[in-house]
């Protein structure tokens, strides 16, 4: 699985993870941001988004064509 990082606004962000739950998926709230972890092909948990607090925004780490 690849995975692509970005910095991100956010506004961008908010946007991001209200479209990830309005797809059915669950966002945790941790320490530092937000995660959402799925069930891959082989029955086995993978984190698709995650995004940390940063200065100006968020660190976003998430699978390629999240958004696609």
Do not use: W
Request: with cysteine; aromatic share 8%.
């Amino acid at each position: 699985m690849n995975y692509e990082t970005k910095l991100l606004s956010k506004p961008t962000v908010q946007e991001m993870i209200k479209g990830i739950r309005a797809s059915g998926l669950k966002v945790n709230k941790i320490e530092g941001g937000y995660v959402c972890k799925a069930i891959s092909h082989e029955n086995k948990p993978i984190e698709i988004f995650k995004a940390m607090h940063g200065n100006n925004g968020y660190l976003v780490r998430m699978v390629d064509n999240l958004f696609a």
